[in-house]
């Protein structure tokens, strides 16, 4: 065994960390160990075993010991270990950061509270005589009795939790309390080892692709793999009865039995430890629940009924995957056009091969419609990991896949971390979807992470979308993904016409801001009467978005950011949409005292009121993140709206994400192409695709529906390419527009924030950087800042950055390593320094 094992610990540094491995210890790389950390226990992955002495040897600086091996088996394997230090390498995250977000586990840890005898506690002991001496009893009084208690509990052991400790001491935590500040114990907080679900150590019979490197491989063809459970011809000869005996029993059981279980065997207990070295059984600990074997009939076949481009799209997928080989597939359907039914069926097509794929959805994709849709296709043997999970369920889940049970996973961003067997197909579904990029470390973005790891499975990633993000078509272009088309709705619909209102002109001819034009009021009132149902979009929650005061003109803002109070009416609230900081409507102004407060502005609170004021008959429903709390929430407002028991439907971009609605024949969008005003490069593509989304939600049946378009935009390419539902042509405009501005995909693009609550760190921190990049040579790098964010306090935090742009990513790279280094060298927090690659806001 190995003397030393390198462990990337879930902590801000950019580096693994040395411990030495205790005899008899036998951590595996990319197991799990528990390991003593500045004060604390820490759960790290172990990402290399070796006997190079680490230089701090010569340095008298004690290595640490491994505390405990928490898994005899990878709990990331060779690939998702190599994705992450691929991600942590791209993203400039630290690596045991990438590790924890890869590993759904936290839940069989439960943070802990333990107590130490300190080197002063033991000198008190020894100065108060010897333990257990009956002098000292007679003379300290009865508070130091208990704690000299205390202190002779502690001395015998290492650490002991709090629980333990008062239940073997009877002591109160008020005492304790006491003896940690005469720093005679010291109270750690720590993340034990203690599984929340009981584990139960199991005996798995290999399959024989598994045990290739421990014994010959079987004769004949390959099988399938579930099929080598089979005793006959897997097993190879010189094995004695009882070795022969306990992989019957294992064979017959399915392949898994839990080890206590096999004692009732006739056979001595050491034949599994020889089976375990000769490699052809694998001990490992699972949670209890799932230990059964389940090997359960899959459901009949789901029937599509495809039209051509669906079955074409089908054949080429087919095909990709079949080769084996790694390959992109960018699937442009417009909405409509049945994408879903084309994932299903390629999934369905994975697993009967006996093979795993993936689908990611975007945050809000996963309903529970779309949920229900996956059980009847793929019965048990689908995962679905939704953010509605407990981290319990979560890491349930994450045991299933790993041990092939469910082979088709579907979830939100994290699912591309699952650790499937033989991944054959992943597929990102809206693959232009923000959700898809985490914004917080590690800040990679799972549809990029897919590719990747497809591209190391020898594996096929479909990106799917009806407004593909510029990077993906871009890249379509250019044949390094092949690009399949779904150019026509279902049945042949037609698309919805479209008709612009520019609402400047609304003013000038009405004198008067509104929120409804004319028109769309009109055709509302028309659809009302035809028993119709209407749709309106407005992509801002909350009542009011602004308090202004009329005397001083200054607004209300949030105490932790620089950003505008939202009024909520109903609520009877102000709230703070990026930090959630909640305050009281007021009454005067905070500035100046004066009484004139007004609250400017509309969101989808005030348009729903206005909208009952106008069209009081109507039933009126509200789709944001106000009503919406959860998954069913939003559905039970979709079911509302298909079953005929709402006549409208306001809302937020929630409304125009890609779901099954039939029945509405008009959609008014209001304010869609606010974000034209923000100075955000991607903001002309955000509202591209936001108004084909919603554009998509007209139409039912034959009826092609109608799109009702306010703007104060009205000559802005992207409003107008998107009422022609002109996709090529929007790409064409905005390709020219990034080539010309170097921004993605002709240059690859890091925000660099630095942050602090303190204004002066902020500025120093980041005029110190900048200096540093102005000396620093970086020919082909294009540096912008440092400059105040466009938000330039959120959350407490003073926030400057840095926007650097290269062709080359790697020059890109580069710089910003020497630049963290530099950082570091300067005594900047490393969690104060935000890098960003590939930023989606740069807000
Ligand atoms: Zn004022
Ligand atoms: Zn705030």
């Known amino acids: 065994m190995p003397q030393f094992s390198d462990v990337a610990l879930p902590v801000p540094l950019d580096m693994v960390f040395t411990y030495a491995i205790p005899e008899g210890m036998e951590p595996v790389v990319g197991g799990r160990v528990l390991v003593p950390f500045r004060q604390q226990r820490m759960s790290g992955i172990v990402v290399e075993l070796h006997d190079r002495p680490p230089q701090e040897n010569a340095s008298h600086i004690k290595i640490k010991k491994v505390l405990e091996a928490l898994d005899l088996a990878p709990a990331l394997d060779e690939h998702l270990l190599k994705l992450g230090k691929w991600i942590a390498d791209y993203y400039l995250a630290p690596v045991g950061e990438v590790f924890r977000t890869m590993l759904p586990l936290s839940a069989e840890f439960k943070r802990a509270v333990t107590y130490r005898i300190t080197e002063e506690g033991r000198m008190a ?122 992989i019957d029993t294992l064979a017959a059981a399915g392949g898994r039995v839990p080890v206590d279980a096999l004692r009732n065997l006739e056979v001595p207990h050491s034949t599994l430890g020889t089976l375990v070295r000769r490699g052809l059984v694998r001990l490992v600990d699972e949670p209890q629940e799932f230990t059964a074997s389940k090997l359960k009939p899959r459901p009949s076949p789901f029937d599509f009924e495809f039209s051509t481009a669906q079955k074409e799209a089908l054949r080429k997928i087919g095909a990709a995957v079949a080769a084996r080989k790694f390959s992109g597939l960018l699937l442009h359907g417009i909405t409509g056009s049945g994408k879903t039914a084309v994932y299903l069926a390629c999934m369905r097509q994975v697993l009967d091969e006996g093979r795993s794929s993936i689908l990611l959805v975007p945050e809000i994709g996963l309903t529970p419609a779309v949920a229900a849709d996956l059980h009847q296709v793929f019965g048990d043997e689908v995962a679905i990991l939704h953010s509605g999970l407990s981290n319990a369920e979560r890491a349930e889940q994450w045991h299933r896949i790993r041990r092939g049970e469910a ?32 914004e917080e470390t590690p ?51 037609p698309l919805p016409e479209v008709e612009i209102v520019d609402m400047r002109l609304e003013f000038q001819e009405t004198g008067q801001e509104q929120v409804i034009s004319r028109k769309l009021a009109a055709e509302i009132r028309e659809r009302l009467e035809k028993k119709e149902q209407v749709m309106v979009l407005l992509n801002r929650r909350g009542y009011s978005p602004v308090v202004l005061c009329r005397a001083c003109g200054k607004t209300l803002q949030c105490e932790n950011c620089a950003v505008s109070m939202t009024h909520h009416k109903r609520e009877h609230k102000m709230e703070c949409h990026y930090c959630g900081y909640v305050a009281r409507i007021p009454e005067k102004c905070a500035h100046c005292g004066s009484e004139y407060v007004y609250f400017v502005g509309t969101g989808s609170e005030k348009l729903e009121e206005l909208l009952h004021g106008m069209f009081p008959q109507a039933r009126i429903g509200r789709l944001d993140r106000d009503t919406v709390r959860g998954r069913e929430d939003f559905e039970h407002a979709l079911n509302a709206l298909n079953e005929g028991r709402l006549d409208m439907l306001v809302g937020t971009q929630m409304i125009a994400k890609g779901h099954d609605i039939h029945g509405v024949t008009l959609v008014g969008v209001i304010g869609a192409d606010m974000a034209l005003g923000l100075p955000d490069f991607r903001a002309a593509e955000r509202t591209f695709q936001l108004l084909t989304q919603v554009a998509g939600r007209a139409g039912r049946g034959n009826s092609p529906g109608k799109v009702i378009l306010q703007t104060y935009f009205q000559d802005h390419y992207a409003v107008q390419f998107a009422a022609q539902h002109d996709f090529a042509g929007f790409y064409e405009k905005e390709l020219q527009f990034r080539a010309w501005m170097h921004y993605p995909p002709y240059s690859a693009i890091a925000n660099v924030l630095i942050r602090s609550e303190k204004l002066e760190e902020a500025l120093t921190w980041s005029g110190e950087l900048g200096r540093w990049l102005e000396k620093t040579r970086h020919e082909g790098i294009r540096v912008l800042g440092p400059a105040a964010a466009p938000i330039t306090r959120l959350k407490r935090d003073y926030r400057y950055h840095f926007i650097l742009k290269s062709p080359s990513r790697e020059k890109m790279n580069a710089l910003l390593r020497a630049m963290l280094a530099e950082a570091a060298a300067r005594k900047i927090p490393r969690t104060q320094v935000i890098v960003d690659v590939d930023a989606v806001w740069l807000m």
């Open 407 to 438: 082979r088709v996973v579907a979830g939100t961003r994290s699912a591309v971390f699952a650790p499937v067997r033989d991944l054959a197909l992943i597929i990102v579904d809206e693959e232009q979807d923000s959700s898809y990029k985490q």
């Open 125 to 246: 002991l020894h100065l108060a005589g010897m333990s257990g001496s009956p002098a000292r009893s007679k003379r300290t009084p009865d508070q130091q009795l208990i704690e000299f208690r205390v202190l002779d509990y502690l001395a015998e052991r290492e650490s002991v939790r709090e629980g333990s400790l008062r239940a073997a001491t009877r002591v109160g935590k008020a005492l304790l309390g006491g003896m940690v500040r005469k720093k005679w114990v010291v109270r750690e907080d720590v993340s034990a080892a203690r599984h929340s679900a009981r584990l139960v150590r199991v005996a798995v019979l290999l399959r024989a692709e598994e045990r290739l490197e421990a014994s010959p491989p079987p004769d004949g063809p390959e099988t399938r793999p579930h099929l080598n459970l089979a005793p006959a011809g897997v097993v190879p000869k010189k094995l004695n009865d009882n070795q022969r005996a306990l």
């Open 443 to 493: 800040r990679y973005h799972a549809r990029d992470v897919a590719v990747m790891r497809a591209k190391m499975a020898d594996a096929v990633v479909v990106l799917g979308s009806a407004t593909p993000s510029l990077e993906s078509y871009y890249n379509a272009r250019k044949n390094k993904y092949r690009l399949i088309e779904l150019p026509d709705r279902v049945e042949k619909r």
